[in-house]
């Protein structure tokens, strides 16, 4: 488990790309048979990803984490974005497809990550908070959630916006999160662009073309910086930060949210011409 301290606005300024890197980006979060997790300062999130490869892997406390098993003081919101594969919970297996959500809350002791097949192995992406009270396991298939058509083509940001984890679907303590896929000659997301102070937030891009690119606004809105990413990589936003961007062709992203509230309009909006 990698540790990462949150970072003021002001020291966001002086960043060389390397730095900016270093401290926002989470590259290669899907390795053959291994578990990568990223421990956060802002608002002691965990992220990351598994990808079994033969045998299961089970998700494994930390030394960062203080705790006897994961989940022990907090939840976990997951998806797959990759082959068929499953998640067994304490005994209760859940198969999930490409695109489909899986809220554990706290309390649960063991879960197990499976592949289907290994030519075309399962990745498990994970967004896990502190948690204050235990809600039940939940499954939502992909493919059953419809999700709000937003956009157009003449702006370039024709998308479906999908919720999951959220006030009126799977119950959390504060975790937030869904999927928003773009069509197809659609590039830009969340523009225009806000922020929100009381959530953190964390963007996982993929379904990129291996040689798309991927460029991330980020800072404050008058101090804007970019990171040039690749298909399934992640980055952190902090709640002083805008999150938007475009890229070389058309994506998807998991967006995932925690912090004071799960209220998903509580945005400061920001206006076009406020960014620099």
């Known amino acids: 488990m990698e540790f990462r301290y949150a970072t003021h606005p002001d020291q966001a300024q002086a960043f060389t790309t390397s730095e900016l890197r270093q401290h926002y980006l989470m590259e290669d979060l899907f390795i053959a048979g291994e578990t990568k997790l990223i421990y956060s300062m802002e608002d002691r999130t965990v992220i ?31 998806f797959n974005i ?3 594969g499953s998640i067994t919970v304490d005994g209760q297996t859940y198969q999930l497809e490409n695109k489909d959500c899986l809220y554990v809350g706290k309390g649960n002791k063991e879960l197990l990550f499976s592949s289907e097949a290994t030519d075309s192995p399962a990745k498990f992406y994970l967004f896990s908070a502190p948690a204050h009270t235990a809600y039940p396991t939940q499954y939502a298939a992909f493919k059953e959630v419809e999700g709000d058509h937003l956009g157009s083509s003449e702006q370039a940001n024709e998308r479906v916006l999908r919720r999951f984890i959220h006030l009126e679907g799977i119950k959390s303590c504060q ?15 969340s523009m225009p662009t806000h922020t929100h102070h009381r959530r953190m937030e964390a963007y996982l891009y993929f379904d990129l073309d291996a040689n798309a690119r991927m460029f991330h606004l980020m800072g404050r809105p008058d101090e804007t910086r970019h990171l040039v990413m690749k298909n399934e990589q992640a980055v952190l936003s902090p709640p002083w930060s805008i999150h938007c961007g475009s890229a070389t062709n058309n994506y998807a992203f998991i967006w995932a949210m925690a912090g004071e509230n799960q209220t998903f309009t509580d945005m400061d909006q920001v206006a076009m011409d406020e960014l620099r």
């Open 82 to 84: 990759g082959g068929q």
């Open 48 to 78: 990351g990803g598994i990808q079994p490869s033969g045998e299961p892997v089970t998700l494994e406390t930390h030394e960062h984490l203080k705790a006897a098993y994961f989940l022990e003081r907090r939840e976990v919101g997951i």
């Open 175 to 189: 975790i937030v999160m869904g999927v928003t896929a773009l069509k197809q000659g659609s590039v830009w997301n």
